[in-house]
């Protein structure tokens, strides 16, 4: 029996580059370059939320200025 974790035991991070888009990223796994952890983790549905109340605005952050 292998231990790969299902889906829905996948603990991920909130991610923010330097242009503030957010994403989702696996528990474990180096961040990609210019990509940092900036909110909670846990499961995906719950990432996924938080994501949904902090990015109101989707533009890049070179194309609000």
Do not use: F
């Not at 796994?29 to 210019?34: C, F, V």
């Not at 983790?41 to 609000?64: F, M, N, Q, Y």
């Amino acid at each position: 029996m292998d231990n790969v974790p299902r889906p829905s035991e996948t603990q991920y991070l909130v991610v923010c580059n330097g242009e503030e888009q957010y994403s989702i990223w696996p528990v474990g796994r180096p961040l990609p370059n210019g990509w940092r952890s900036t909110g909670p983790s846990g499961p995906k549905s719950e990432c996924l939320r938080h994501i949904d109340e902090v990015w109101t605005d989707l533009r890049p952050l070179s194309a609000r200025h």
